[in-house]
């Protein structure tokens, strides 16, 4: 139990003695937290918009007129050729382009349907739609005006209202959405860097040899590793779920309680992965590329980008082995929903499972003898 | 000065497995992006509570579960259950229907349909909002009798350069480039780390090669590895993918060329930098990857970032190189419209240079 | 000398082969090393020692053949065996980023020192090897031969019956070399038993007994005296070229 004691505190002396270190380990996650969250939002703005307008008529102008009043809309360029707009959007200086027709008021007058043409750079495809929806929306508020002042409205007409509420995040923000995720690829790529790094460079400098041939028990020897990465990592997660609370104001609604609890178990695990990468490579370099290769095709499905459900099954199924997409999904879950115990348990019992595999996994390829 | 390539080649070669992750991971990304990660929405899991249970409220159900966005999961009886069902975190949104529809539709001409949605990805939420929104308006017009004349503005939709909004337009780029960032920069970083650590780069500098032979012999390898892995992204974006090739082909190998050099530049700055291959590691993941994935505009658009980030994003190379990928593939443009990005890309690859030199001779006086 | 009154040799190799693949490195080794001896293990770079030597310590399994030290089985005692023996190899082993302190401390604390023990070590070693101006230093401060004894030092901080030394002189100038060799000397003198590999050919004179292995196999093994006379060498220099030829 004592020999444990000693590689703690020679681990935290090392870590402390490298002047690149602890940036890395503190500062970094601090900033990418800041970073992160407010670079990760999908949310449009607005528009820089081009108009045609070759009618120049009362209706026409109307319409403009109400593309201007939007705060989602900056009309950047008039002009009456669609050739010069389309150049424009060819050199990616507007998003959108709104085609008025010659006659456009003039079929208004005569109550008849006119088409309008709304272009839309594409190029980016979801920001395309939500700039299409923005358009759409301004034109059929365009068109009730349009039906009101003709009385055209019929009285007995049937209306259903909606009333949407947005639970969880009222304010649809996405960072809210966001941070909870990033807290975890932080702690994960933190843990799992870290303790696959470790070993290796004994290895790489020859002292793994000179601790193989002490008496040291195996268990010991990895808890004892493990222990100041577990530590550092658990105070990341804290500061960040600080940071999270205090700075951006993300509510927690669940217990922290749990959160710490579940956190301490998946560190767990992810220390147990970086341990056993640690035994396959022999070099720091391969070490890298091999967390490196996992933490990518991890992150990319965890549904920290993009939702899980709009993933194709075959990519929903390796999710059942993707340790951090049961954590994220946990955070999210706690954090923002106010998940007890028992609804989030799948989750746990996952983790679990996952963090003893993970252990017995690297401590028996973990040898002293070969 | 070939021998050195050569050396280079054979070290690159041997390590098998880092190869595989050379070309592993630009294929297993490229695959991930193209087929598993989208926006686009579908088969949504919902909940119902049709507090009428009459004519209307029937046909509103079938009309919004026989759509391709949602999937009925449960059918709730009462409002004390509906905490739970979304705490248990399947469902995405819940349509309440309230009492006596139809008679209210019939009678008042107005009745409620509350939506409750899981926002906590707001995205989603809002997404699904307006495809609901939208169900809720057609099923509006089927029940209410058509007007023969009416003044309306009809809107003609056109998705310019990607018309079925496909994601693999944007996501493309952004893996060339980070591939690109990776091959080069970070592993000319850390092998030129490694080879301070064990000494082996002394040996190379008393010997009678000159410095710009080592640099340049380091780097070749290098260069062609991280080429012959944008040229295989670039076919399985073509073939697999059907991603257009607007513009000029050689225009976009000599960009990715310059791209290249300049990541390896930086590499090796970052290796005059750091001090290990830990450091080197570490200073490559934290300030090249994650920037360069969320700082370039391919996940997520720049425009919306507080004006800070947007600054910072300027200071970006990938995110010149993003930009240059798409005006050539997807819009066809040719050099006259991307010269100001080029010229970027080129002035940080000086930059990167004289940085290293200036270290490389202190170094060594 | 307190294992196995009874049997007085502290190492015993029987047969000991060892294979990677079909590369044959150790070609049934069969050799005893009494207590307090100082046993050379000579060869050239590549002959199999740091093989051998990784076996006696329990860094690598044998192919076949029967190994015994301190009187305890390879294969069935192995955590008995590593708290009798001392090990040191080229490397050295020293945490860079530690101080000398911190080293002794951290392998003192992993055998299962006390407290008051360590300190007392820690304060011998640096009085011993006249490392007082270094006490403040990181270990990658110090110069090469200090960072040598110190690592030789740290090797038998649990005061092993037994030590192992892998080419623990590469790469330092003769004076050095000769200083290491009196702190050997002084530890045999306490009783301990030292097996050391090299391929310098001077330092198989400082030994009790030599061993030359060629191509995985030993060629000769006697006293460095006995062994000029039988090849008729004026040095081991000599003997070790006439059996290298062979």
Request: with cysteine; charged share 20%; hydrophobic share 50%.
């Amino acid at each position: 139990m004592k020999t444990i004691l000693y590689i703690i505190q020679k681990e935290f002396l090392q870590i402390i003695r490298d002047r690149m270190m602890l940036p890395i380990i503190f500062v970094i996650p601090i900033f990418q937290l800041l970073i992160l969250a407010h670079a990760a939002t999908y949310e449009i703005k607005y528009v820089d918009m081009g108009i045609i307008d070759l009618d120049q008529s009362v209706e026409s102008r109307a319409l403009v007129q109400k593309f201007e009043a939007s705060p989602f809309f900056r009309i950047n360029a008039r002009s009456f050729s669609l050739e010069k707009l389309s150049d424009e959007m060819q050199n990616s200086r507007i998003e959108q382009i709104l085609y008025i027709p010659s006659d456009f008021g003039y079929q208004i007058e005569k109550n008849a349907p006119v088409k309008v043409q709304l272009i839309t750079d594409a190029v980016d495809g979801a920001a395309a739609g939500v700039m299409n929806a923005y358009a759409l929306n301004i034109i059929k508020e365009f068109n009730k005006d349009v039906l009101k002042e003709a009385q055209l409205l019929s009285l007995n007409r049937k209306i259903i209202e909606t009333r949407p509420s947005y639970w969880y995040n009222p304010d649809l923000d996405y960072k809210t959405f966001m941070i909870p995720g990033i807290l975890v690829l932080l702690v994960s790529i933190i843990g799992l860097f870290l303790s696959g790094l470790n070993i290796v460079k004994e290895k790489e400098i020859g002292t793994i040899e000179q601790l193989n041939v002490t008496p040291i028990k195996k268990h010991h020897f990895i808890i004892g590793k493990l222990t100041p990465f577990w530590f550092i990592a658990m105070f990341d997660l804290f500061f960040g779920l600080a940071l999270a609370k205090f700075v951006f104001n993300i509510p927690i609604v669940g217990s922290v309680g749990l959160i710490i609890g579940v956190a301490s178990i998946y560190l767990v695990l992810v220390l147990g992965i970086g341990l056993f990468i640690s035994t396959l490579a022999d070099t720091q370099q391969q070490a890298m590329f091999i967390a490196w290769f996992f933490v990518i095709i991890f992150i990319l499905l965890s549904g920290l980008f993009t939702p899980v459900e709009n993933m194709p099954d075959w990519a929903q199924a390796i999710n059942i082995i993707n340790p951090i997409a049961y954590f994220i999904d946990f955070m999210r879950m706690v954090m923002l929903k106010g998940a007890r115990l028992v609804d989030v348990s799948y989750h746990i019992i996952s983790i679990s499972i996952y963090a003893i595999l993970s252990i017995s996994l690297a401590t028996w390829r973990y040898k002293k003898v070969v | 000065m070939r021998i050195f390539i050569i050396k280079e080649f054979l070290q690159i070669f041997r390590d098998k497995r880092s190869l595989i992750i050379l070309f592993g991971i630009p294929i297993v990304q490229v695959l991930l992006f193209g087929f598993a990660l989208k926006n686009e929405i579908q088969d949504i899991p919902i909940a119902i509570l049709d507090k009428s249970k009459d004519v209307y409220s029937q046909q509103l159900i079938n009309k919004i579960i026989s759509s391709d966005y949602f999937v009925l999961e449960e059918d709730l009886q009462e409002e004390k259950a509906i905490e739970e069902a979304f705490r248990k975190g399947k469902i995405k949104q819940l349509i309440i229907i309230e009492n006596d529809f139809s008679e209210k539709l019939e009678k008042k001409n107005r009745a409620v349909v509350q939506l409750i949605l899981d926002a906590s990805n707001p995205n989603t939420a809002s997404m699904i909002n307006s495809y609901t929104s939208a169900i809720l308006r057609d099923f509006e017009h089927e029940i209410n009798p058509i007007p023969t004349r009416v003044p309306m503005v009809i809107p003609e939709t056109q998705m310019r350069y990607n018309p079925e909004l496909r994601s693999v337009f944007m996501f493309v780029p952004g893996v060339i480039t980070i591939i690109l960032m990776l091959v080069s920069a970070m592993m000319t970083s850390i092998s030129i780390a490694r080879e301070k650590e064990l000494g082996t780069m002394e040996v190379l500098l008393v010997s009678p090669v000159k410095p710009i032979q080592i640099i340049v012999g380091k780097v070749l390898p290098y260069v062609l590895l991280s080429f012959s892995s944008a040229v295989i992204i670039l076919i399985m974006a073509y073939t697999a993918f059907q991603m257009p090739m607007v513009g000029n082909l050689v225009l976009l190998l000599a960009e990715s060329l310059l791209f290249i050099v300049m990541a390896l530049a930086l590499g090796i700055f970052i290796s005059t930098v750091a001090n290990s291959q830990q450091t080197a590691m570490l200073l490559s993941m934290f300030a090249l990857l994650l920037p360069s994935i969320l700082l370039t505009g391919f996940i997520f658009p720049i425009k919306n970032m507080p004006e800070i980030l947007q600054y910072v994003s300027q200071l970006m190379p990938p995110k010149w190189f993003v930009i240059i990928i798409k005006n050539i593939m997807i819009k066809g443009n040719g050099i006259e419209s991307i010269w100001k990005e080029t010229l970027i890309i080129l002035g940080f690859t000086v930059f990167f240079i004289g940085l290293s030199v200036k270290k490389f001779k202190t170094r060594l006086e | 000398m307190t294992n196995n009154q009874t049997n007085t040799k502290a190492v015993v190799v029987k047969d000991l082969v060892k294979k990677f693949g079909d590369f044959v490195a150790n070609d049934h080794l069969s050799f005893a090393v009494d207590k307090g001896e100082i046993f050379g293990f000579l060869g050239a770079n590549g002959a199999g020692k740091t093989t051998a030597i990784k076996i006696l310590c329990g860094l690598s399994h044998p192919t076949s053949g029967d190994v015994k030290i301190a009187g305890y089985d390879i294969y069935k005692q192995r955590d008995l065996i590593k708290k009798n023996i001392g090990y040191m190899s080229q490397k050295f082993s020293l945490y860079d980023d530690l101080s000398i302190a911190e080293n002794i401390r951290f392998y003192g604390g992993i055998y299962g020192l006390s407290r008051k023990k360590i300190k007392e070590k820690t304060e011998e070693y640096i009085e011993k090897l006249g490392l007082q101006a270094y006490t403040k230093s990181m270990v990658k401060e110090l110069p090469l031969g200090f960072k040598q004894k110190l690592a030789f030092s740290v090797a038998i901080v649990h005061d092993p019956p037994i030590v192992f030394l892998d080419e623990p002189t590469g790469g330092v100038d003769p004076i050095t070399r000769r200083q290491f060799w009196e702190l050997i000397y002084k530890e045999a003198a306490n009783g301990k038993t030292i097996f050391v590999t090299t391929h310098y050919m001077d330092e198989a004179e400082y030994c009790d007994r030599v061993s030359i292995m060629v191509d995985g196999r030993i060629e000769a093994l006697d006293e460095p005296k006995k062994l000029k006379e039988t090849y008729g060498a004026q040095s081991m220099e000599e003997v070790f070229i006439q059996l290298a030829r062979g």
